[in-house]
Each structure stands twice: as structure tokens, then as C-alpha cells.
């Protein structure tokens, strides 16, 4: 398989089939128990970072879209923003040289935020990150101290809202968006997000806020709708086909 593109391909992967007693859960709780969705979401994201068989299914299963996005920043990204990125991701190398291994390959991701998420998931946090070399204590956003599990936040965090903005956008009130754009936005997020989470204790993230919103719930269900909205559009595309009357 060449990728996850919606649930189906990931219960493909997991080794379970969707089966309809699943799909029967899942519209039942959309429907009329909706906060039973974000256990679903949990279940899905525990089942990846939790069972190591599977989670290195997953990691053989993306390598290629993570290698060839990460192969992307020279290209793709405007020269400014490598820039500031690359004083970003060189402070993160002082402080922790093993988390700046593990987050490096999404430089291109973040370098593609729009401008107001690029300034505040990078440029503003450069100084904070030069704070703390020189011994200071900082606070910006989620980050009080630039351990392993705040930086993997921070950078996951930020892919999210590449994400959502995928997520939100429809035709009505956004303009319109390439499936490619869309499958890109979402592959960068859960493979980013997969990833970091699996290195650290998945649990201990339950302790991490933003206002009142908790990251890792936040979190978990963003990476079940990118897989759930490819998903329910598939379907519905496939139904339309069926139904669609049959040449001669």
C-alpha cells in the first residue's frame, strides 16, 4: 500500500476490515452520540502509537510521502521563511539534538502554513527558543520549558491547522481546494503526528492544554477526520456509480 488515503485504508493496514458493526457505530454516534466519536478517535490514534507491529506497518506504509516532502523544502518553500526556519530548527538542534532529528522532516510542512500560523508556530518562536539557550524562562502558547514532548507538540500543533484549514474548507465558504492539496495537508499531519507521539508516552499528552481545549483530544480527532471526510466522500462517490444506469 502507497499511503493511507481514508479509514478504509487504515483498517487495511491495521489487518482488521471495517466491518459494519463499526461503520454502524460510527454513523450512530455522528448522529446522535457525538462526543462518543472523539473515544473513537482515541481508539484509532492508541491502536497505531500503542502496538508496535502495527505502528511500523504505518511508518513502511508513509516513509516515501515523508522522504519526499521532506526532499520538497529547497523547492517549494519561499526564501525568507527558509530563513527564519532554519534559525528555528538550528536552536532546536542546541537545546535537544535528538528531538530536532525526529521533527526535521516537516520543515517543508511548516515552511507552507499561511502567513499568520507561519508567524506564530516560527517566527515568534524563535526568540523563545533563543531564550532558553542562554538560560531563560519563557512561556509562549503551550511551551513553558522546550522538553521533548513540548517541542513535538509544538510542531504538531501547528501541522493541525494545516489540516483543519482542509478539513473546514468547502465550497460555500472557502475557496475551493485540489484533492491533491487536501491529501497532502492530511498525510503531513497524521504521518507527523504518528510519529511523535509514538516516541514519547501517548498518555502523558492528556496533560498538555491550550485555553480550554485539550491538545490531545484535539489532536486525536483531527487525525480521525482527515481519514473519516476521504472516507465518507468515497463512499458516496461509489454509491453514486452504482447507481448511475449502465450502458449497453
Known amino acids: 500500500m502507497a499511503g493511507i488515503t481514508d479509514l478504509s485504508d487504515f483498517f487495511a493496514l491495521k489487518g482488521e476490515p471495517l466491518t459494519s458493526t463499526y461503520k454502524m457505530r460510527l454513523t450512530l454516534n455522528m448522529l446522535i452520540f ?14 497505531v ?44 538542534k542546541t537545546l535537544n539534538p535528538e528531538a530536532y532529528q525526529q521533527i526535521k522532516p516537516y520543515r517543508t510542512a511548516l515552511g507552507c502554513l499561511d502567513d ?16 532558553k539557550i542562554k538560560g531563560g524562562n519563557t512561556v509562549l ?9 513540548n517541542i513535538y507538540c509544538h510542531i504538531v500543533r501547528g501541522l493541525s491547522v494545516g489540516a ?33 507521539l509514538h516516541q514519547v508516552d501517548p498518555d502523558r499528552w492528556y496533560q498538555f492544554d491550550f485555553g480550554k481545549i485539550n491538545l490531545r483530544r484535539y489532536f486525536d480527532q483531527t487525525f480521525f477526520n482527515t481519514l473519516l471526510k476521504p472516507y465518507l466522500r468515497n463512499k458516496k462517490s461509489k454509491s453514486k456509480d452504482q447507481g448511475a444506469p449502465q450502458r449497453a
Not at 34 to 47: G, W, Y
Not at 51 to 64: K, L, N
Not at 141 to 149: A, F
Not at 165 to 170: D, F, K, P, R, Y
Open 34 to 47: 457525538p462526543k462518543k466519536v472523539d473515544d473513537m478517535a482515541k481508539e484509532l490514534v492508541d491502536s
Open 49 to 92: 502509537v500503542k502496538d508496535e507491529a502495527f505502528y511500523q506497518r504505518f511508518v513502511a506504509a508513509t516513509e516515501e510521502q515523508v522522504k519526499q516532502d521532506a526532499a520538497q523544502f529547497e523547492q517549494v518553500v519561499p526564501e525568507p521563511r527558509k530563513i527564519l526556519l532554519k534559525r528555528f530548527y538550528q536552536g532546536f
Open 116 to 131: 499568520t500560523c507561519f508567524k506564530v508556530f516560527v517566527t515568534d518562536f524563535i526568540p523563545v527558543i533563543k531564550a
Open 141 to 149: 502558547n503551550l511551551t513553558r520549558h522546550l522538553e521533548t514532548d
Open 164 to 196: 483543519l484549514s482542509m478539513l473546514q474548507c468547502n465550497e460555500f465558504n472557502h475557496s475551493p481546494i485540489t484533492p491533491q492539496l487536501e491529501q497532502l495537508w492530511f498525510d503531513r499531519y497524521r504521518n507527523c503526528y504518528v510519529r511523535l
